[in-house]
């Protein structure tokens, strides 16, 4: 059926094109039969799309491991023949793809089942079923595109996938493309997803560029050859690659400078800031610098920036994280941090450490974003349950009531107890306590940076106590405390098709650091064969313990600092923020993101509509058209009329232009009397026709 | 070579004078005696009435082809029927190939209602 | 052997007699069950598909060497008969809008696409002719389907008079041909001139007289006067199906006829080729512009077309390219054929009872008024004039490039300039779909939109793989 041609015909491998189908098949079921279906029906076809891709994922890492950990590939379908651009559709089966598939199809089966509960609820919902239906057809589409990412075997079939997912990534985040976050009519949503695709676009040119440069200097695209070409080439070409590489990571990734889209993202609905923006789409290019390892191990200097890059970005998004209030922004930007630390920990070379933490982030993040989605609901509910029972206050309705806002909550712990739960288990696993998943393997980075990269070591040092301490902040503004609104005081807990996923993820953030523990390095065992098999070795991580008990430390006093602040005397209705005083203008600086979004519009977005006016107006309309073509050329043409018609035309053509138009008019007349209607005269043509072949085969 | 074409080339000429020479010897030896019943057209015995350059009924063509995918079948059949215990097996089914193709023929003029003269 | 013979016709065999049987059949089903005769129709070209596919990889040689046959003939067979199935499709609903469904017309049809198959795979001269004459009689007679309007009358007779003037220059060319080599065989033609006893002035006389005939069939310039007159008059769903059955098979047997039996000739008939498909691209897309009733136009376009092609066939005496040009012609006449029943389908969708509607101001509104038709009809315009993303693009760029490296820059120039003069027509039915106001009023049955948009889709979604059908044309080659 499949045309497959496995390097080892045993075990599931010939599965892996359904990876990619079976998804497709469920967005073509609620496609084409959906609108006969009751909602129940469309979540539980895409839910079952996806768990059936994680069951696959599972098929395929027991069929590797039967085989020992050897990499197999999948053709499907011959692509591109074209010169010697050769390439295939083929499936790459390894076990850090196979790693990746689980994570993608776990995570995301987890988050459809969430999203059936929570795309109902939400106040945007407004009864639309077509709405419902499009956003599991979405889903699915994602869950499809990120396969391919994953298991595409050359640089330009990850990049469908990586286009793919952009694609998702941005109808997505426009899903409730004309209205806020309250149902109101606004486009602000729309512009957030034009956002994250342009900044998206800046970072795939660079991604393009380096595949052009790859095959031009490897003549390959296909990963095994560009690995094979890749130590022949000059230093100068590695340098290019990596870094042209790392513009796309910057981008997809959100790595400065191209960050700044994924905290608008959050204009999304939940599931998706928790699937596509936290747990998968966002790690690809953490997955990109992996797979690239062995163009990346061929040169120190891409290296370093790749780390620098990633410990930066993980410090400077963990400062902004602390000023904000939107539950969701202050978990956007802390994703953003903490993809900076994978990147640091991929660009270090630490590659089992960077993709521990991929995995565990993945876990922990998507529990934090769906327990946020969890309590914004519940203020939700709460909300409407005010304004039917609204105690003659007429007050409610005309106020805009942030549902998101952390200032707005306040003692949630009481009204939700289930989701105060998984959102404490998901905050202490992010902060990196111990022995929650976080711990293991954000410390196998920091242990990683500490032999090394010192600088890096301390970027992420600070940057976690920043972690600990934001998060900190937002359990106790959320959770404890008192009611600072009459909405808090009324919010409900959310039902079991929204909890029970929640508990899942809460225990697998809890154990999910058993993955990699330090001396066990089973994750270390099961990815060094794709490593091993392009020619990159892997250090064992070691245990660390100074390195540990540091920065328990300073996570356990960035907690007991946020306790201080916002724990034992909590934020009142109206106060600000106790950091305000103490801090000043930095903290302005943090609440504000410090003003890099309105640094690109000085420095890029104005500067490139100045020049756009300059093209329109002065370049293509008052010099190309008023004085060009207005000026010279109509100028020109003007005078030579005037020439041409006084002495020229009116003595000499005006004779030969008389006689010529009636000779035009009777060819015409004749033209068309060719085509009489009569067979005679047709018959006359084909004999013409005869005549003249005859006449020139003799003559010839 | 050039024999047989001279060959072609007198067939050609005698083809060409024998018939010519009939009709002028009639010409030539007749007696010339007309009058108007001699000069009218003959058309099998029956009286001509007004012209000849008048619209046929498609009718009779219909007829006549019928008549004559029947007439000349037999031409075909009349040997093969003769040396039907001689022929191979092959033979013999072409043949009944051809008899049921113009009994398809038949048929559909039937069901036309082509056979009844209106 | 004679087992083998039939193998290598089965499809053609299995058709005909199909449609014998059909003729009868359709005699006992009454005339308001006439749906039973087109579904009989199509199971019997669906059976002659399967036996065609069935062949797919064969090769032979049948009768003492009168057919033969080998992944062309399979090829331009299945492409037949697909455009058979597109036409029934295509027929009924617009037979019974027009009051014209009477059960021969299927017979007719099957007849005619048994004909053309038999024309793919004739190794013989006489066979040919055979072929031609048994494809092109049923053609005559569906021309004039729509008796008695005498529109459809005279394209019929028109069409089976010059058919028959046309044909006897074939059959005379054939003669000038067995002159010259003693044989009408193909292979005979070639063995004649490698042995040396055959007479190269009267073979290249009966190439020319053949190229006369078969060019006739294809509608190239100058033997193209029939079609504008024949294409108007003739019911739009014979039309459509005239328009490319009879491309492909007169194309067919010009590739066979002209690569494998007169390569010696190439040099001889290569600037007679490059004027014909010269003059067939100006003319038919210059005259196409005047044209204000679509009928007109669309049979100048199909003209224009047939220019494109020979642009390839020029190419067909240098022996690095022979293949090629065999390939891009046969692509190209796939992209043409399922285009056409494309804009065909449209056409007749939008004929009144009365024959009307076949203006281009009928056009106006329809944009509004059906949108899926008017994108449908915007595809195939686009395809025709070769936009990406639909075949026509693909097809042109396939005919331009063996052109070109066959040598025949200013041919290929002429094509390119011709063919932006096609945009102006074509894009021309689009203007007025959109632009203008009007009540148009489209009638179809769902076979009839099956048709239509199985067209539309495959005109742009075989654009998007390409390589697929590439390496199906390049893997169709002429055996003997």
């Known amino acids: 059926m499949l045309l497959s041609e496995a390097t080892h015909s045993a075990g599931f491998f010939f599965l892996a094109p359904w990876l990619v189908f079976v998804p497709l098949i469920g967005l073509l079921i609620n496609l084409i039969f959906g609108r006969r279906f009751s909602e129940k029906t469309i979540g539980t076809i895409a839910s079952l799309a996806a768990g059936t891709d994680f069951v696959i994922a599972v098929l395929l890492a027991w069929s590797l491991a039967a085989a020992g950990g050897h990499e197999a590939q999948v053709t499907l379908a011959e692509w591109i023949h074209i010169g010697n651009l050769q390439l295939d559709w083929t499936f790459r089966v390894d076990t850090l793809s196979v790693m990746m598939m689980l994570v993608v199809s776990g995570v995301g089966t987890l988050i459809h089942i969430y999203a059936i509960g929570y795309m109902h609820e939400d106040v945007r919902y407004k009864n639309d079923p077509g709405r419902y239906r499009r956003f599991f057809i979405y889903l699915n589409l994602f869950i499809a595109m990120m396969m391919i990412l994953v298991s595409g075997d050359s640089y330009l079939m990850l990049f469908v996938g990586w286009e793919g997912v952009g694609l998702c990534s941005f109808l997505l985040i426009g899903f409730w493309y004309d209205m806020d976050t309250l149902g109101r009519p606004s486009w602000a949503n729309s512009n957030a997803a034009k956002k994250a695709f342009i900044a998206n676009r800046v970072g795939d040119f660079g991604f393009l560029l380096a595949a052009f440069t790859m095959f031009w200097y490897f003549g390959t695209l296909q990963f095994d050859g560009v690995f094979a070409a890749a130590p022949q080439a000059s230093e100068g070409v590695i340098l290019a690659v990596t870094l042209f590489l790392l513009i796309g990571v910057t981008g997809k990734s959100a790595q400065i400078p191209l960050y700044i889209w994924l905290p608008d993202a959050m204009a999304g609905p939940t599931p998706v800031s928790a699937l596509i923006h936290a747990a998968t789409m966002v790690t690809a290019g953490v997955y990109l610098v992996a797979r690239s390892a062995p163009l990346y191990s061929l040169s120190h200097q891409a290296q370093y920036i790749v780390a620098m890059v990633g410990g930066v970005t993980a410090l400077f998004a963990a400062t902004i994280a602390v000023g904000q209030y939107d539950i969701k922004k202050v978990l956007a930007y802390s994703t953003i941090s903490q993809l900076g630390f994978m990147v640091a920990a991929v660009g270090m070379g630490a590659y089992v450490a960077g993709l521990f933490h991929l995995v565990t982030h993945a876990f922990f993040k998507a529990l934090l974003f769906l327990s946020a989605g969890s309590v914004i609901l519940g203020m939700e509910r709460g909300h409407h349950h005010l304004a039917h029972h609204g105690h003659g206050d007429a007050h409610h309705e005309e106020e805009v009531f942030d549902p998101g806002d952390m200032r707005n909550m306040g003692n949630l712990r009481k009204r939700m107890p289930v989701t105060f739960t998984v959102y404490l288990i998901g905050a202490l696993a992010l902060g990196g306590i111990f022995p929650f998943a976080g711990f293991w393997s954000k410390d196998e980075i920091l242990a990683e940076a500490f032999k090394e990269f010192k600088t890096v070591y301390w970027l992420l040092a600070i940057a976690a106590f920043f972690t600990a301490f934001y998060m900190g902040r937002q359990i106790w503004m959320v959770f404890f405390g008192n009611e600072r609104t009459e909405v808090a005081a009324h919010a409900e807990e959310s039902p079991r098709v929204i909890t029970v996923p929640l508990m899942i993820l809460a225990a697998l953030s809890t154990l999910g650091g058993a993955l990699n523990l330090p001396g066990l390095h089973t994750l270390e065992t099961w990815v060094e064969h794709t490593f091993e098999a392009v020619g990159v070795h892997l250090n064992v991580g070691e245990f660390n313990l100074t390195v540990a008990l540091s920065s328990t430390g300073l996570a356990l006093l960035a907690i007991f600092l946020s306790w201080l602040l916002y724990g034992r005397k909590p934020l009142q209705a109206g106060d600000a923020d106790p950091l305000k005083k103490m801090l000043g203008p930095i903290f302005t600086g943090m609440e504000n993101k410090w003003w890099v979004d309105e640094g690109y519009q000085a420095l890029v977005i104005d500067r490139y509509n100045d020049l756009a006016r300059f093209l329109a107006q002065t370049l293509d309309w008052d010099f190309w058209h008023d004085w060009f073509h207005e000026k010279v050329i109509a100028g020109a043409y003007h005078g030579l009329v005037a020439f041409l018609s006084d002495p020229i035309d009116r003595g000499l053509i005006d004779a030969a232009a008389n006689g010529l138009a009636r000779l035009t008019k009777n060819s015409a007349a004749s033209l068309r009397r060719l085509q009489n209607g009569f067979v005679r005269s047709y018959a006359l043509s084909v004999l013409l026709g005869v005549v003249l072949i005859m006449g020139y085969l003799l003559i010839k | ?118 | 052997m004679a087992q083998l013979d039939f193998y290598t016709l089965l499809p053609t065999v299995v058709l005909m007699a199909w449609a014998s049987g059909l003729l009868i059949a359709d005699l006992f089903i009454p005339r308001d069950r006439k749906a039973w005769t087109a579904g009989l129709a199509a199971l019997g070209l669906a059976l002659a598909l399967g036996l065609t596919l069935a062949q797919i990889g064969r090769t032979g040689t049948g009768f003492a060497g009168m057919v033969t046959l080998d992944p062309f003939a399979v090829l331009a067979n299945s492409l037949l008969l697909v455009s058979g199935l597109l036409a029934v499709g295509l027929s009924f609903g617009y037979l019974r809008r027009r009051d014209i469904d009477r059960g021969e017309y299927y017979s007719l049809t099957l007849f005619s696409v048994a004909g053309m198959m038999l024309m793919t795979q004739a190794a013989d001269l006489i066979v040919v002719f055979l072929a031609l004459e048994m494809f092109s009689l049923p053609l005559y007679v569906l021309a004039a389907f729509a008796r008695p309007q005498p529109d459809s009358e005279e394209a019929g007779l028109k069409y089976f008079l010059l058919g028959a003037f046309s044909a006897g220059f074939l059959i005379y060319g054939i003669a000038l041909v067995y002159g010259a080599t003693q044989t009408t065989a193909l292979a005979g033609v070639v063995t004649a001139v490698a042995t040396g006893t055959a007479s190269l002035p009267l073979l290249a006389a009966g190439a020319g007289l053949i190229l006369v005939g078969l060019g006739f069939k294809v509608a190239a310039v100058p033997f193209h006067m029939w079609t504008p007159d024949v294409y108007q008059g003739a019911p739009t769903s014979v039309t459509a199906f005239m328009a490319a059955g009879a491309k492909i098979a007169g194309f067919a047997a010009l590739m066979r006829v002209f690569v494998q039996a007169f390569p010696v000739l190439g040099e001889k008939l290569t600037p007679i080729l490059w004027t014909l498909a010269a003059l067939t691209m100006f003319l038919g897309n210059l005259v196409a512009i005047a044209q204000s009733n679509i009928k007109r136009m669309l049979a100048y376009s199909s003209i224009a077309h047939a220019g494109y092609i020979l642009m390839a066939l020029t190419a067909y005496a240098n022996p690095q390219m022979r293949q090629m040009a065999v390939s891009a012609a046969l692509f190209y006449l796939l992209a043409y054929a399922l285009t056409n029943f494309g804009a065909w389908g449209v056409v007749a969708a939008l004929e009144k009872q009365n024959g009307g509607g076949l203006e281009l101001n009928d056009y106006a509104g329809l944009g509004r008024k059906s949108p899926a038709l008017a994108a449908a009809m915007t595809i195939f315009m686009l395809s025709f004039t070769g936009v990406p993303p639909t075949l026509g693009l693909i097809g042109k760029i396939y005919l331009f490039r063996v052109t070109v490296e066959a040598g025949f820059i200013g041919l290929a120039v002429i094509g390119v300039l011709t063919s932006l003069v096609s945009a102006y027509y074509y894009l021309r039915v689009v203007v007025v779909m959109y632009m203008r106001e009007g009540e148009p009023e489209a009638s179809m049955d769902g076979w009839h939109k099956a048709v239509i948009a199985l067209s539309a889709a495959l005109t742009v979604l075989l654009s998007l793989a390409p390589a697929a059908l590439f390496s199906l044309v390049s893997g169709a080659t002429l055996l003997f």
């Open chain 2, 1 to 118: 070579m050039q024999t047989e074409w001279l060959y072609i080339g007198l067939f050609l000429v005698l083809g060409m004078v024998m018939p010519a020479m009939a009709l002028m010897i009639s010409w030539l030896v007749a007696p010339k005696k007309p009058n108007p019943i001699k000069q009218s057209t003959y058309e099998c015995g029956v009286e001509t009435v007004g012209e000849a350059w008048v619209q046929f009924k498609a009718e009779y063509y219909i007829f006549a082809l019928a008549f004559l995918i029947f007439d000349v079948e037999t031409v075909f059949l009349f040997p093969w029927a003769l040396a039907l215990d001689k022929l191979p097996l092959f033979a013999v089914v072409e043949g009944i190939v051809f008899i049921l193709i113009l009994l398809a023929g038949l048929v559909y003029l039937w069901r036309k209602g082509e056979l009844e003269w209106a």
